[in-house]
C-alpha cells in the first residue's frame, strides 16, 4: 500500500516515501523529511511496527488555473509509477534491448497469473535472462517487486548483474560470504541482510549452506533460479528421486516467495523423477510423486521454444541458422592406434574380472576417464595415467565414502558438472582404483599402465595426428577467410595447456575455469577486436559468456559424451542476436573403436532430437550406465546398439506417456499469445506517455531541481544538481545519457546511461513529480485547454487504489472523468465512456495561457467546479468499484481453481501413499515432495497421510491470503482540465 513518492505522518512528522521494501506489514519504508522542523533528515522505519503512521491525503483541487505542462507532468509521473491493470504489457519497452514478439510471451504468460509461477525451458540462446528481466520489471512496475533474489551458477552472478543493470537499470548487489557480512555489520541484529540488499544475486552452492537465513528473513516477492536443472533432486531408481543440499535449497526458496521463475534450457534429463521435481517447486499438484503428470494442467506453467521454431524480423527470419556439424577426419598413427587398442583391451579385461563386484564402479569411472581423455590428447592421457600411476601404491580400505561416491556419481550422470567438479571427480576417480583391487589385479594393473606411460611420453607433439589435422584445418581456412575468428572448445584444461603450447597458430587467446569472469570478459573483448583470433576455450566457456558479436565459427577438439554440454558450447554462438550463419566442425579419430560407437550414438542422438525437440530432452540416453558401461566392456556393436535403442525406448516410452513429450516440445499456442502481446502494448500506449513526452519531463524536472540537460541531440549529457543527488543511486557527477533505445544499443553507446523510468535519476524526478499532489498550491493541479469540438466542461483525473487481503496493492487506476457543460452553464451528466474520456486526457492539444481564455474559463466554468468535482468524484468512485468487483470474480475464480487443484493433490498424494505401503517391500517408503522438507522416508502409513495431510493444510492457508479484495477507495483527485469552447480558426 505505500509507494515511492507518497507523504506520510510519522511521530508527529510528514516525511516523503523514498524507497519501499517488501509488502504490507513487513514493509521498509525509507523516508525523507517533508517539512521544515528541526529533527533527521532520513529515517527507516519497519510499517507494521509503527501504530501511529497514515498517509497523507492529497490537497484539496481549487478552481486556481496554473502551468498546464506542469499538471501534464503530474499525470505523467502517476501514469509511469502506478500499478496498471494485469493484462496491460507497460514495462517491456523500457530496457536496452530490441523486444521481439517472441520474449513478451513468458511475460504476458505470466502477468496473468495470480501469482508468477513459471518454468521459462527455451532453448539455448533465445534469451532466458532477457525474458526473465522483461517479466521482474513489469512485477516492479505493478509494486510486486520489492525484494528479488537471483539463485544461479557462481560464475554466472556477475552476468546477472550486469545484465540487469545494463538491460534494465535494476541495482543488484552480489550476495557473497564478504558481502552477507558487511551488510551484518552495517545494519541492526534485528534487519536480515536478505530484507538489507532488496535486489540480489547469490550462488546456488552459497545459498544452499544458508538455508536457515533465508528461512529466517521475510518472504521474497520474487525469486528467479537460473540453470535450474541444477536443482532437480537426483534419481533414485523407478519411481524414486532423493534429496540434495541444492534441491533443499530450491525447496526453501520456493516456499518463502510470492512469485518463482525457473530458468532452463535442459528442464527434463531423461528421469521423470527428476523433472517431476522441478514441477512440484511451481506447485506440488503439477507431478505426482513418481512424475507422472496431466500436460493440460502443466501447459499453463511452461513456456517452452525450440530455436528452429523461432522467427524475428519482417520478414519473419529464423533466429537459428546452423550448418549441419562438419566432421574433421583424422587418421591416427600406427601407435596412437596402439594406444587406443591397449586401453581397450585394458577396460575389458579390468571390468570383465570385477563384474559384479563392489569395485566394479569405481574401476569403471576410472577408465571411463581414461577413455574419454585418451581422445581427447596425448597429453590430457598422459596426465591421467601419471596421477593413476602415482595412486596404484594406496594400501586398501574398507569402504568408499559417501561423498566420493556421490561426486563419481555426478560425474557420470550431471547435466552440466562444472569444470573444478569434473577435475575433482577424476582425481577421486583415479585415486580410489588402487584402494579397491584384489593383489593379482593390482599388480597388473601397475604393469599396464607403466607400459601405456611409456608409449604415451614417447609421443610428441609432431607425432601427434590429431594436432597435426587442426594445424592443417587453420591454414586452409585462414587462407580462404582472412581475419575470421574461430572458438576451439576442449573439454580438459590438460588439452587447452597443450594446445596453447603447440599449436603454433596464433594470436592465441584462452578461457578456462580458473579465469574470474571478470577477466574473462576482456579476452573476450580482445578477442572479439583482434582480426583472426584464436580463442581456446573449455566448457567454462559454455555456460554464461555470450560470443554471438564475436564469432561465428565453432570447432569441438573433442566432442563430449554428454550432449547436453555439446549444445551448451554451441549455444554461446548459435543465440539471439547471431548476424552470421553458424558453422560448427569438430575432429574424430578415425578408424578408433570409440570413436566409430560415439559417431553412431551422435547419429541416433540426433535422429532423437528430431522426433522429441532438443539434445536436452534425451540427455539422460547416452548416460546411461548400461550404455557406458557397454562401452567400456568392449562388447559387441550390436548388442550396445541394443542397449542404446532399449535406453532410447524407455525415454521415449516415459515422454509420451507421461505426457511430457507435448511440453517438451515448442508452445502450440504461441502465436496467439504473441498477437495477443501486441495488443496489450497497444492498450499501454495509450496509459503512458510517449517518447517526446518523457523527455520533456525528465529534462523539466532536471532543470527545476537546481540541475541542467545540455546538448540537442540523441545524447545529452545531464548534472542532476543537488536536490536530485539526494535520492538512492542517482549518479554524484554529472553523466552522458540517451532517451533513445536505439542510440543505447548501439555498441559505441553502450558506456551511455539509458534513461527509462527504472533509472536511478529517473526514479527520482518521478518522485519529486508525485509529490505536487501534496502541495499547499494546488493551483498547477488545474489548467485551462482550449477545445473547438463543442465540447467543453471539465475533465478531471482519480487516483484509485485497490488492495488484497495481505496488505498488496492490486491495482492502481488513474481514471479520467469528464462532465461536459451544458447550455445553462450547469455540470451535465458525467461521461460513460472511459475509453474516450482516456483519450482525451492523452490528445493534448495545446495548452493556452491567454488571459482571455482564462477570464473566459472563470466566468463560464469557474461557478460549476465544486459540482462538477462532485460529481466527477462519484463517476470515478463508480469505474474503481466496477474494477474492482471485477477484480474481485477474476481472483476468486483464481484461487477457486488452485484449490481444486491443491485438493486433487491431496486426494491423490493420499492414494500413492497407500499403494507404496502395500507395494513396498523395505521398512520404510519414500514421498519424494517431502525429501527436501527432512521428511523423505516414512516408517507407517499413518505418518506419511499425517505428513501430507499438514501439508495440504499449509498450503491451504497460504493460498487464504492475497486472493481477496480487501479495500478499496474512492477516487483521490489529481488534477482538472477546464475544457473552455472556442471559435475554430
Not at 506453467?301 to 577426419?329: F, M
Not at 535403442?645 to 504461441?670: F, P
Request: contains cysteine; proline residues 6%.
Amino acid at each position: 500500500m505505500y509507494e515511492r513518492g507518497m507523504r506520510v505522518r510519522l511521530r508527529d512528522r510528514l516525511w516523503e516515501v523514498e524507497a519501499v521494501r517488501g509488502a504490507g506489514s513487513e514493509a521498509f519504508l525509507d523516508l525523507r523529511r517533508a517539512d521544515e522542523r528541526p529533527g533527521p533528515r532520513h529515517l527507516t522505519v519497519l510499517a507494521g511496527k509503527e501504530p501511529t503512521i497514515s498517509l497523507e491525503a492529497a490537497t484539496e483541487l481549487r478552481f486556481e488555473p496554473g502551468n498546464a505542462v506542469l499538471l501534464n507532468e503530474l499525470h505523467d509521473a502517476l501514469a509511469l509509477t502506478m500499478a496498471h491493470g494485469r493484462g496491460d504489457l507497460l514495462a517491456v519497452e523500457h530496457g536496452r534491448i530490441d523486444v521481439e514478439p517472441y520474449q513478451l510471451v513468458p511475460v504476458l504468460v505470466g502477468m496473468r497469473q495470480p501469482r508468477v509461477r513459471l518454468l521459462v525451458a527455451d532453448d539455448v540462446g533465445l534469451g532466458k535472462t532477457i525474458e526473465a528481466g522483461l517479466v521482474l520489471m513489469e512485477l516492479a512496475r505493478r509494486g510486486r517487486a520489492d525484494r528479488v533474489l537471483i539463485a544461479c551458477p557462481a560464475g554466472l552472478q556477475d552476468q546477472w548483474v550486469e545484465e540487469m543493470r545494463f538491460r534494465f537499470n535494476l541495482d543488484f548487489a552480489k550476495v557473497d560470504s564478504k558481502k552477507w557480512l558487511e551488510v551484518r555489520r552495517d545494519n541492526p541484529t534485528t534487519v536480515s541482510p536478505w530484507t538489507a540488499i532488496p535486489y540480489a544475486v547469490s550462488s546456488i552452492d552459497y545459498l544452499k549452506n544458508n538455508v536457515g537465513a533465508i528461512q529466517a528473513a521475510p518472504p521474497f516477492d520474487v525469486v528467479i533460479i537460473d540453470e535450474a536443472h541444477h536443482v532437480a533432486r537426483a534419481y533414485a531408481g523407478e519411481g524414486r528421486s532423493s534429496a540434495t543440499d541444492r534441491s533443499r535449497l530450491a525447496r526453501a526458496l520456493a516456499d518463502h516467495s510470492r512469485e518463482l521463475l525457473l530458468l532452463s534450457a535442459t528442464p527434463h534429463n531423461g528421469y521423470q523423477e527428476s523433472f517431476a521435481s522441478l514441477l512440484q517447486l511451481l506447485s506440488p499438484h503439477l507431478a505426482a510423486d513418481d512424475g507422472r503428470l496431466d500436460p493440460e494442467l502443466v501447459q499453463p506453467y511452461i513456456v517452452r521454444r525450440l530455436k528452429g521454431d523461432v522467427t524475428r524480423g519482417e520478414p519473419p527470419q529464423p533466429i537459428s541458422r546452423r550448418l549441419p556439424p562438419q566432421p574433421i577426419e583424422v587418421r591416427p598413427t600406427s601407435r596412437e592406434k596402439e594406444i587406443h587398442q591397449r586401453l581397450r583391451g585394458h577396460s575389458k579385461r579390468m571390468l570383465h574380472a570385477l563384474r559384479g563386484t563392489d569395485s566394479y564402479y569405481v574401476q569403471a569411472f576410472a577408465l571411463e576417464v581414461l577413455r574419454k581423455r585418451a581422445l581427447s590428447s596425448p597429453y590430457a592421457l598422459l596426465q591421467s595415467l601419471r596421477r593413476r600411476a602415482e595412486n596404484l601404491g594406496i594400501p586398501p580400505v574398507e569402504h568408499t565414502g559417501r561423498q566420493r561416491m556421490d561426486v563419481l556419481q555426478q560425474y557420470r550422470g550431471d547435466t552440466a558438472l562444472p569444470e573444478a567438479d569434473l577435475q575433482t571427480a577424476e582425481e577421486l576417480a583415479l585415486e580410489g582404483v588402487a584402494a579397491h583391487l584384489p593383489e593379482d589385479h593390482l599388480r597388473e594393473e601397475q604393469r599396464l599402465v607403466r607400459r601405456l606411460l611409456d608409449m604415451v611420453e614417447a609421443l610428441s607433439p609432431g607425432d601427434d595426428s590429431k594436432l597435426t589435422r587442426l594445424q592443417g584445418w587453420l591454414e586452409g581456412f585462414r587462407a580462404g577467410r582472412r581475419g575470421e575468428r574461430v572458438i576451439l572448445f576442449t573439454e580438459y584444461r590438460d588439452t587447452l595447456d597443450y594446445l596453447e603450447k603447440n599449436l603454433g597458430h596464433g594470436p592465441l587467446l584462452r578461457i578456462d575455469g580458473t579465469i574470474p569472469l571478470g577477466k574473462r570478459r576482456a579476452v573476450l573483448e580482445r578477442f572479439a577486436a583482434t582480426p583472426g583470433a584464436i580463442l581456446l576455450a573449455t566448457d567454462a566457456a559454455g555456460e554464461g559468456l555470450n560470443l554471438q558479436d564475436a564469432c561465428h565459427v565453432v570447432v569441438h577438439y573433442e566432442l563430449p559424451w554428454n550432449p547436453n554440454r555439446l549444445e551448451q558450447r554451441n549455444g554461446r554462438v548459435d543465440r539471439y542476436g547471431q548476424p552470421h550463419v553458424v558453422e560448427i566442425s569438430y575432429l574424430y579419430l578415425a578408424e578408433t573403436r570409440d570413436e566409430e560407437i560415439l559417431q553412431r550414438l551422435r547419429d541416433k542422438l540426433f535422429t532423437i532430437t528430431k522426433q522429441l525437440g532438443s539434445s536436452s530432452d534425451v540427455l539422460g540416453v547416452a548416460g546411461r550406465s548400461d550404455v557406458i558401461d557397454g562401452l567400456l566392456e568392449d562388447i559387441d556393436a550390436e548388442e550396445l546398439e541394443q542397449r542404446l535403442e532399449r535406453a532410447v525406448q524407455q525415454v521415449r516410452d516415459y515422454l509420451e506417456r507421461s505426457g511430457a513429450l507435448v511440453l517438451m516440445q515448442s508452445m502450440k499456442n504461441e502465436k496467439q499469445i504473441e498477437s495477443e502481446t501486441a495488443a496489450a502494448r497497444e492498450q499501454a500506449g495509450w496509459l503512458l506517455p510517449d517518447f517526446d513526452e518523457f523527455r520533456q519531463l525528465v529534462a523539466s524536472m532536471v532543470r527545476q531541481c537546481g540541475g541542467s540537460v545540455t546538448g540537442n541531440g540523441d545524447i545529452v549529457t545531464i548534472e542532476p544538481g543537488p536536490l536530485l543527488k539526494q535520492y538512492p543511486l542517482v549518479p554524484q557527477e554529472g553523466f552522458q545519457a540517451t532517451f533513445n533505445r536505439s542510440v543505447a544499443l548501439e555498441p559505441e553507446h553502450h558506456g551511455i546511461a539509458f534513461l527509462t523510468p527504472a533509472h536511478p535519476l529517473v526514479r527520482a524526478v518521478l518522485q519529486r513529480v508525485r509529490t505536487r499532489l501534496y502541495d499547499e498550491n494546488a493551483a498547477n493541479r488545474v489548467a485551462v485547454r482550449p477545445v473547438v469540438d463543442g465540447h467543453g466542461g471539465w475533465l478531471f483525473t482519480y487516483v484509485g487504489r485497490i488492495t488484497s487481503d495481505d496488505g498488496r496493492v492490486l491495482e492502481e487506476p488513474l481514471v479520467p472523468v469528464f462532465v461536459p457543460r451544458s447550455a445553462d452553464g450547469t455540470p451535465a451528466a458525467p461521461s460513460q465512456d472511459p475509453s474516450a474520456d482516456l483519450r482525451r486526457l492523452r490528445q493534448r492539444p495545446a495548452p493556452s495561457g491567454s488571459l482571455d481564455i482564462i477570464d473566459k474559463a472563470r466566468r463560464e466554468l469557474a461557478p460549476g467546479f465544486d459540482a462538477a468535482a462532485l460529481l466527477s468524484q462519484q463517476e470515478a468512485s463508480r469505474r474503481i468499484a466496477v474494477r474492482a468487483e471485477a477484480l474481485r470474480e477474476h481472483l476468486t475464480a483464481q484461487s477457486q481453481r488452485l484449490h481444486a487443484d491443491l485438493d486433487r493433490w491431496h486426494t491423490a498424494e493420499l492414494a500413492e501413499a497407500e499403494r507404496r505401503f502395500a507395494t513396498s517391500a523395505g521398512d520404510t517408503v519414500q514421498l519424494g515432495l517431502f525429501a527436501d522438507t527432512g521428511h523423505g522416508a516414512f516408517h507407517t502409513v499413518d505418518e506419511a497421510r499425517a505428513a501430507v495431510d499438514d501439508e495440504f493444510n499449509r498450503r491451504r492457508k497460504a493460498l487464504s491470503r492475497g486472493y481477496q479484495v480487501a479495500d478499496v477507495t474512492d477516487g483521490e483527485p489529481v488534477g482538472c482540465i477546464v475544457c473552455v469552447e472556442v471559435p475554430a480558426c
